[in-house]
């Protein structure tokens, strides 16, 4: 028994000095932890130094200013999507979710409950409202903001996540941090006695002194142990006493482990699986959070291009409306035409300068937009205030692009969307949850075991005076200091064992048992919610797939339109020519036409954000732009700007 007592002593010891050198071997092979402070030097004394977090860096990336060229910036939709990894203030936000989730796994390694992780999207730096800007005639380029994956997909949105409220329910975890612990005090106590046969005197006066120092630690079968080495020392008046001063020294190890409630490594480790599956959920929303942005900035470049496109369609319907105003003016000079005709022809001049104007307008409030999106400080920078963003590519159209088959494009989805892989891991929380919450419901059943060492050293008491007959000799196994008691503790010369059970039964245990209840129906709600995103999903892929069938479809009239009303134009111009038309038939064959380009754009701009969506629809949003998730943590994309177009070179 002395030899085992022995060996558990030095293990419990061991556990407890051996935790903080993984923890630090731990730390130094994670780029998201906090807990060891920035010094390892003094040992054993960073983990009480605050941790540093960097500041915010609020410059841009020198990618900015290779693509700004007399005071332009020619832009790729390449480009913009780099510009907005490496500047934008949403994914520099969504950033710390996954540290603060790596932190909460430090938290829960303790035994402590999890803090939770965030779940929302922010679009802050991504357009008013929920929109990415306006396209042509007032259309929405932009993506409605999705938080935590959009509709019955998503799961949750908008609010942060505290993470899984049955966690916080039924058996808690044991704290698995080590710790020291120690107490010191002094006292000297006076107390007048009735009789002077115990102690020899009427007034016993003493000086107390009692130290306590110790080690203790959890385990994650629920078991604490701690190891104490306890001493008092005394000095007295008492006559009685055959050692003054004396000193009694106690060195105990106590096991508590419980055999029902709180045994058990999946109650006890629970915590540590969530906060996992809570840093999982939170890099998933770090991915959610760029495609976000992803998503809306390809919104956003489309919706700029559409408007330049806009701009140069307002551009030739003021050339034409022009050109009819001339000509008017010509035919009242040589008496051809009544002069209200150069009225008339003003007016539509006017109004198509109007349109050009508001064209123009519209083209500056989305590279504002598109500016916010892809800088720190946006328009913040009168380089980039003053600088004019020239898209280098246009909407293409391939009118004989496939797709996979619609039950191949939905599987896809539902392996690759982040969402779905979110909801799956809160449904696996909801189960580890249970856990904890159902062994809360069994009676609580302690095994407590204490081996306990005990000794006593002291000096012969010179003011000894025994009773009348008592002639015992003091044994000098006995004389001696605090290393005497040592000596008698090492050698476990006097040894206590005891061995306790503690039981409570509850009679009703009805707290336990809604308790495991509510969780339960949680975990059904969560189920049906996850068949609630599945079919929204299926729905989301099938209505990308008809939206972009449904642009082609418009874009291939629209160009038949546009065709029909330039060949109209012509005609009547023709015949307003030859004096067989009037000018209104003119102006209105001009507005025709100038609605027809119209249409033209608002539909390839719709085309682009229908691809937009079936890309975000399957998750393939970033592999369809090749952006990499990593460099997006890190925020610096490894591809070069794309080469200037000749004509700015």
């Known amino acids: 028994m002395k030899i085992w007592t022995g060996q558990l002593s030095l293990l419990l010891v061991a556990a407890v000095l051996l935790q903080p050198i993984a923890s630090a071997q731990e730390i130094r092979s994670k780029p998201f932890d906090y807990s060891m402070g920035q010094s390892a030097w003094p040992p054993f004394t960073n983990i009480f130094k605050a941790p540093d977090v960097p500041e915010i860096s609020l410059r841009n990336s020198g990618r900015l200013e290779d693509l700004l060229h007399d005071a332009k910036i020619y832009l790729s939709l390449a480009d913009a999507l780099a510009l907005a990894i490496e500047n934008n203030l949403d994914i520099a936000w969504a950033r710390y979710g996954p540290q603060s989730s790596a932190n909460d796994l430090m938290r829960a390694k303790s035994g402590a409950q999890l803090r939770g992780v965030q779940n929302q999207i922010s679009t802050l730096s991504t357009g008013l409202g929920d929109t990415g800007g306006a396209g042509p005639a007032g259309q929405a380029t932009g993506i409605t903001q999705r938080a935590g994956g959009g509709g019955a997909a998503g799961g949750q949105g908008g609010a942060g996540d505290i993470g899984d409220a049955s966690t916080f329910f039924g058996t808690q975890a044991v704290n698995l941090d080590p710790s020291i612990f120690g107490n010191v005090d002094w006292g000297h106590f006076s107390n007048p006695q009735t009789s002077d046969f115990v102690t020899g005197t009427n ?57 029902l409630q709180g045994f058990g490594v999946a109650v006890n480790t629970r915590n540590i699986k969530v906060a996992k599956n809570n840093n ?60 209200i005709e150069i009225i008339r022809a003003e007016a539509e001049v ?73 909801n799956r891991l809160r449904l696996n929380n909801t189960d580890l949850g249970l856990v904890g919450v159902k062994n809360g419901m069994l009676p609580s059943a302690n095994l407590i075991v204490d081996l306990t060492n005990n000794a006593l050293s002291g000096s012969e ?14 044994s000098p196994f006995f004389i001696g200091g605090l290393g005497t008691a040592a000596g008698q503790l090492l050698r476990r010369n006097f040894p206590d064992y005891q061995v306790r059970m503690q039981v409570n039964i509850p009679l009703k245990n009805r707290q336990a048992r809604a308790d495991y209840t509510a969780a339960l129906l949680e975990k059904r709600q969560q189920e049906i919610r996850l068949v609630q995103a599945t079919n929204a999903i299926r729905t989301e892929v099938q209505s990308a797939v008809i939206r972009i069938q449904q642009a082609r479809a418009r874009y291939a009239a629209a160009l038949k339109s546009q065709d029909l009303q330039q060949q109209t134009l012509d005609a009547e111009q023709k015949k307003y020519n030859l004096g067989a038309s009037t000018i209104f038939q003119v102006v209105q064959a001009q ?44 925020g610096v994309v490894s591809r070069r700007p794309d080469p200037l177009p000749v004509s700015a070179q």
């Open 280 to 339: 999982e959920i939170s890099n998933l929303q770090f991915k959610l959070q760029v495609e976000e942005v992803v998503s809306r900035v390809a919104g956003i470049y489309w919706g700029l291009v559409s408007l330049r496109a806009q701009v140069e369609s307002q551009r030739q319907n003021l050339a034409l409306a022009q050109k009819l105003y001339s000509d008017n003016k010509r035919r009242v000079e040589i008496g051809t035409l009544a002069p």
């Open 591 to 634: 507005r025709d036409l100038a609605n027809a380009r119209t249409s033209v754009i608002a539909t390839q701009n719709e085309y682009a954000n229908a691809r937009i969506n079936l890309d975000r629809a399957t998750g393939h949003m970033l592999t369809a732009h090749n952006i990499s998730i990593a460099e997006a943590y890190d």
């Open 203 to 259: 007034t016993l006066v003493r000086e107390i002194s009692n130290s306590q120092m110790g080690v203790r630690t959890g385990f994650i079968s629920g078991a604490t142990a701690a190891l104490i080495w306890a001493n008092s020392r005394s000095d007295t008046n008492n006559v009685r006493t055959n050692f003054n001063p004396s000193l009694v020294s106690a060195f105990t190890l106590r096991v508590t482990q419980p055999l």
């Open 350 to 422: 006017a109004a198509r300068e109007a349109d050009l104007t508001a064209a123009q307008t519209e083209v500056q409030l989305q590279e504002t937009i598109l500016k916010d999106a892809i800088s720190v400080n946006g328009i913040a920078s009168p380089t980039l205030l003053h600088a004019e963003i020239v898209p280098t590519q246009d909407i293409e159209i391939d009118p004989s692009e496939e797709f996979e088959p619609l039950p191949t494009l939905m599987e896809v989805a539902l392996a690759a969307r982040a969402d779905m892989e979110q």
């Open 461 to 474: 008491n010179e003011l000894f005076r025994g009773l009348p007959g008592d002639n015992s000799m003091v």
